[in-house]
Structure formats: C-alpha cells, structure tokens
C-alpha cells in the first residue's frame, strides 16, 4: 500500500511515479526514470549521445542484488517536472538503476532516506534535503530510512511520519495531484528444479491413471545415494532405478517425476520447524507459538522478492490451517548490504570470493568480525580490504596492551568522581545502547574507540578507577562482536567471571548530569578566566573562592571592589 504521484512535466506527458513513502515527499530533489521510460525515448530519439549512453549503462540484470551493486550512472533528460505540493522544478533523470518492471519505470528521488537515490545524487551533485529526523535521535549525516518526525517539510514539521503521510495525501488529491494506491508486483512461482539436490516431488506418472500423488506410507521420497556425479548438472532423470515405480492407484509400471522442489519451499517454514524438530508424530506443536514470529530477520537484498515473500505465503497457510497463530513470520527485517571486492559484487559465479579462514587465521576471528562490523552500515554495501582487516587487528593489539597494564591496578566503583570524563563516557555508552538497537553496528564499533582514547588520556596515577570504568563498559559494548579478547580481558582485569553473564551498561539520567559547572571571571566586563565549581556552591562562597584565583589577584592587585555581579551557573563580574 502506497500512493501514487503525479507530477507535471513541461513539454511531455505527466510522470507518475509510486511510493510507500510518501511523508519524504518534501526531499524530493530529482526524478528518475528508467532507460525504456517515454521521457528517456524522447531523450534519445533527439540526442545520439544520450542513446550510446542508455546502450553503454544499460543494467542486463533485473535481480534486486545487481541493480543495489551496480554503479550508478545517469543522464540529465531536458525535461523539467514540477513538484506537487511545492510547485517548484524539479530536474528529471535517465537512471540505470530504475527499472522499467518496477512500479511505473520512475521514481520520486529522496537522496536524504535512500541509500541507491543518496548515492546517484553525491556522484552527481545533486541537493539531498533530509526531512525526517529520528524520533530519538538528532539528525546526523546517517542515510535514515526509519519513521521520525518531519523536518524542512513546512506546513508538515513536526508531524510525525504517519501523520505526514495522511496530510500530503489529502493535500495530493485536493490538488489531483496523487492517490492511495495498493499495487503488487506478484508472479507465480514454479517450485520445481531440474537439480538433484532439493525434496524429491512425490508426483507419480503412470499412463493408465495419468498424474498421481505418492502414497502417504511411502513419504518422504528420499534423494538416491548412488547417482554418478559428472561436470552436467545431476538430475535424477539419469537414475533409472530411482525413476521406475509400481502406481499408487493401479500398481502398474509407472515413473516417478523427475524434478526436485525449489529449495525456498523448505526456507520459507524452517523457522517453524526450528522450535519443535523433535516432534515426530505432527509438522509442529504448541511451542511454535512461543517462539514464533521471528524477532528479527536479517538477509540480503537478494531475498527481498524471494524467500521472504515465499515466507509470508506460508506463514499465511500454517495460519489458516491452525498450525501457528501469528499472521507474519518475522517482527522486523535488516536487509544487508553486499560485500564487494573492487567494487564488483562478491559471488561465487564471479569467482572473486575471500576465503575468510587463512584471515581469520592470521588475525583471529575477532579482527575479521570488527573489520566486516566497522566497515559499513549493516543495510549499506561493504568494500572488501585486507588493510582494512590489518586497522582492525592494530586497534585490538592496542586495547590489549593498554588493558594488560591495567592488570593488579585498584578498581573501586565507589571511588568514581562525576568529572566530565566520566558523564563524556556515559554519553557514548548511552549513544552505543541505542545504535545496538537499531543495528548500527558500526557506530559501536566508532563508540568503543571513542571510549579508548579517553581513557588512555587520563593519568593513570589519579584516574586508576576512572580508566576500569572505562575498561569495563568497553569490553561490555564489544562483547557481541570480538567476544574471545573481550572475555579474556575481562577474566584477567579480574571484573568478573563471564563477560556475557555480567550485565550490560545502563546509564541513568544522574549518569549525564554534571556536578559542576564552569564559571566566567571577568573585571569590569573583561574575560580573567574560567574556572569550575560545584554546581551547588552559594553566591557568598562563590564570590571569595573568586577573589582567591590568582590571576583575579593580581588583575585587581590593591583596588578596591565596588561590587560584585552573579549570574547563576554562568559568570561573575567584579567592579573595581
């Protein structure tokens, strides 16, 4: 479900393009069309040098996973389109990453909150306006493609992003301009594979009964052992012994069919199975509704029309049959981003994959999972680097020999003082917890080494239990991702016997808050100094504790006071 968008164009038919977003309609900067659209034909048909780019940039693939790794290109078409709220112009291009299959062959471009369209409009300059801000976050330089609240939207700042999208619907239609629209984009699905892997299909043919299903006493139909494996592709039709059976109906000579099912047929329940694979007498029990749905799903892009559409079909079946409860199989879905190697997307049939063993075995497990953690956002593309890998093994030695000098020194929590180092620690922790919660496991990663640098700052001598502060909720938040060194630090620190059993960071809001505050002197309105004091301090000890500051002494020397101006938590002036 969705809306549909109409967008004038000065000089051609108007653009109609479809979103599920349309609350970022405000940050749309660019329309881009596919190379078969009407505006890139009328583009080409009067520019030879627009048709040798659509024949150069030309995407053969239309598999979701190659056109998110494509590089993009684009052509400027001499259309201009006018935005439907706004009014203004908007430029119009030829783009090989928008597909005549999809949708309407265009799209509403919002570079701010999509990572293909941010992409597309850095390489080519082009405005990126964010209008969402996250609900519990600032904006940030982040692609943010979640819900929030609306920004450098106008009239719909600050509504929140359901709000925005019933607003610029109604306004849309006031204006004919756009309407609610539901559209699918739905094949059938052919489930059999001429492979030899895969479920045998139990379908028997026999020239007397015509197609006839297996019987139930003899399921499941297992895969034959013996079938000579050679450079073809191994179907089961070359196994004759396999391929001859009796008919069900009329024990006649009959063939078994010879295709194997799409091995999605078995992805799109296996969740279920999961959590009651003991049960023998039934598919599932009562435990699939405890565990089901899924928490959270995460998957390439690649399964966006595949195995998660098919899991949704089968979901809905085992519903309407009563063998679960839910309607949807998982709660919330990360696509990732894919892996390249010199900007050519990781794969076997390209023939470019690392093998990540002889990495793992040179650095260990834990640098190459920071290095793939730390490298992108988990829903963005990952370029592969080896030097990479080589920065994450050299800030893991570093933590590991900061960390084993702080071995024997004293740790006592109750000797803490809330300093500003101690609140700029649990401002990065709090910043961690959250991006945890949303997957940002590159920001943690950005966090830890944050937290580092503070403590190898502070003097070890004074700030001994300041620096494990710092040790404990470090190897706290990198746990989850470099578990073997966080764990053995975290032993030999002596903070515990198991790292993963010894609680998270939970930052309270007495956490954040200093217990002083930094003071402006001036004399006769001229800046002295600046100095801290405890927050609670009165007027009367705060104006002599002023008069002693040295540089306050020697400034006013042997002249006397006339008086002295207070302003709370902020200043004092003193009148000579």
């Given at each position: 479900?969705g809306v ?5 164009v ?5 653009i109609?393009v479809f979103?599920?977003?349309v609350?970022?309609l ?6 881009a ?9 009328l583009t080409a ?7 040798a780019?659509?024949k ?6 239309t598999a979701e ?10 052509y400027?078409s001499p ?15 030829l783009?090989n990453y928008?597909l ?9 471009a919002?570079p701010?909150?999509d990572v293909r369209d941010n992409e ?6 082009l405005?990126?306006?964010p209008v ?6 600032k ?7 979640g ?7 106008d009239k719909y700042n600050?509504?929140?992003s359901?709000?925005a999208k019933e607003?610029i619907?109604n306004?849309?239609?006031?204006n004919?301009?756009g309407k609610s629209?539901v559209q699918?984009?739905?094949n059938?699905?052919g489930?059999?594979?001429?492979r030899?892997w895969?479920c045998?299909?139990p379908?028997?043919?026999c020239e ?6 297996e019987d139930?006493?003899?399921?499941p ?9 050679s450079?073809?592709i191994?179907t089961?039709?070359k196994?004759?012994?396999f ?11 009959a063939r ?10 078995d992805?799109s329940?296996?969740y ?10 039934k598919?599932?029990?009562n435990?699939?509704?405890y565990w089901a749905?899924?928490?959270q799903?995460?998957?390439g ?6 195995h ?13 049959l009563n ?17 390249l190697?010199d ?12 093998a990540?063993?002889p ?7 834990d640098?190459?999972?920071m ?5 992108a956002?988990?829903?963005?593309s990952?370029?592969w680097?080896?030097h ?6 050299k800030f893991?030695?570093k ?8 071995i ?16 700029q620690?649990?401002e990065i922790l709090?910043q961690a ?21 503070i403590i190898?700052?502070?003097d070890?001598?004074?700030?001994s239990?300041?620096i494990h502060y710092?040790l404990v909720?470090?190897?706290r ?5 470099c578990p073997?060194?966080?764990?053995k ?5 002596n903070y515990?016997?198991?790292?993963f059993?010894?609680g ?6 007495e ?11 001036q004399?006769?309105g001229k800046?002295v100094?600046q100095?801290?004091?405890?927050a ?6 705060l ?5 002693e500051i040295?540089k306050v002494k020697?400034?006013?020397n042997e ?12 200043l004092?002036n003193?009148?000579?």
């Amino acid at each position: 479900a969705g809306v549909e968008i109409k967008f004038k164009v000065k000089g051609a038919s108007d653009i109609k393009v479809f979103t599920t977003r349309v609350d970022t309609l405000m940050g749309n900067t660019f329309l881009a069309v596919s190379f078969e659209h009407e505006i890139a034909k009328l583009t080409a048909k009067s520019n030879p040098d627009c048709a040798a780019f659509i024949k150069q940039h030309k995407v053969n693939s239309t598999a979701e996973a190659d056109i998110a790794t494509t590089e993009k290109f684009g052509y400027l078409s001499p259309f201009i389109a006018y935005h439907p709220i706004t009014g203004k112009e908007i430029p119009i291009w030829l783009a090989n990453y928008v597909l005549d299959t999809y949708g309407t062959g265009a799209i509403m471009a919002v570079p701010a909150h999509d990572v293909r369209d941010n992409e597309f409009a850095k390489k080519y300059e082009l405005d990126i306006i964010p209008v969402i801000r996250p609900v519990s976050s600032k904006i940030s330089d982040d692609i943010y493609t979640g819900d929030g609240h609306l920004i450098n939207s106008d009239k719909y700042n600050e509504m929140t992003s359901n709000e925005a999208k019933e607003a610029i619907v109604n306004d849309l239609v006031k204006n004919d301009a756009g309407k609610s629209k539901v559209q699918y984009r739905l094949n059938d699905w052919g489930v059999s594979r001429q492979r030899y892997w895969g479920c045998p299909i139990p379908i028997i043919h026999c020239e007397n009964c015509g197609i006839v299903p297996e019987d139930e006493a003899n399921l499941p139909v297992l895969l034959p052992k013996d079938l000579e494996i050679s450079d073809s592709i191994p179907t089961l039709a070359k196994h004759e012994k396999f391929m001859q059976v009796r008919c069900p109906k009329c024990n006649g000579p009959a063939r078994r069919d010879p295709d194997t099912f799409d091995t999605f047929v078995d992805s799109s329940w296996y969740y279920f199975r999961y959590t009651c694979n003991d049960q023998t007498a039934k598919i599932l029990d009562n435990r699939v509704n405890y565990w089901a749905p899924v928490d959270q799903y995460i998957g390439g892009v690649e399964h966006a029309i595949l195995h998660l559409l098919y899991a949704r079909f089968f979901c809905k079946a085992f519903r309407s049959l009563n063998l679960v409860e839910c309607s949807e199989p998982f709660k919330a879905l990360l696509t990732q981003g894919m892996v390249l190697k010199d900007g050519i997307k990781m794969s076997k049939s390209k023939n470019n994959i690392v093998a990540p063993m002889p990495l793992v075995d040179k650095y260990g497990a834990d640098t190459v999972r920071m290095f793939i953690t730390f490298a992108a956002p988990p829903e963005q593309s990952l370029e592969w680097s080896e030097h990479g890998v080589e920065g994450s093994f050299k800030f893991l030695r570093k933590l590991w020999e900061f960390s084993r000098k702080m071995i024997g020194t004293c740790y006592d929590p109750k000797n803490i003082k809330k300093s500003k180092t101690f609140i700029q620690i649990n401002e990065i922790l709090q910043q961690a917890n959250y991006d945890y919660e949303r997957l940002q496991f590159n920001t943690i990663i950005a966090a830890v080494m944050k937290i580092f640098n503070i403590i190898v700052k502070c003097d070890r001598s004074n700030e001994s239990d300041l620096i494990h502060y710092g040790l404990v909720n470090l190897l706290r938040i990198i746990a989850p991702v470099c578990p073997h060194i966080a764990h053995k630090l975290w032993t030999d620190l002596n903070y515990g016997k198991n790292i993963f059993f010894d609680g998270w960071p939970k930052i309270s809001k007495e956490d954040l808050e200093s217990n002083s505050v930094n003071i402006v002197v001036q004399i006769n309105g001229k800046k002295v100094c600046q100095c801290e004091f405890n927050a609670t301090i009165k007027n009367e000890e705060l104006q002599l504790k002023v008069q002693e500051i040295p540089k306050v002494k020697k400034a006013v020397n042997e002249k006397s006071i006339k008086k002295i101006i207070v302003v709370p938590n902020r200043l004092v002036n003193i009148v000579v």
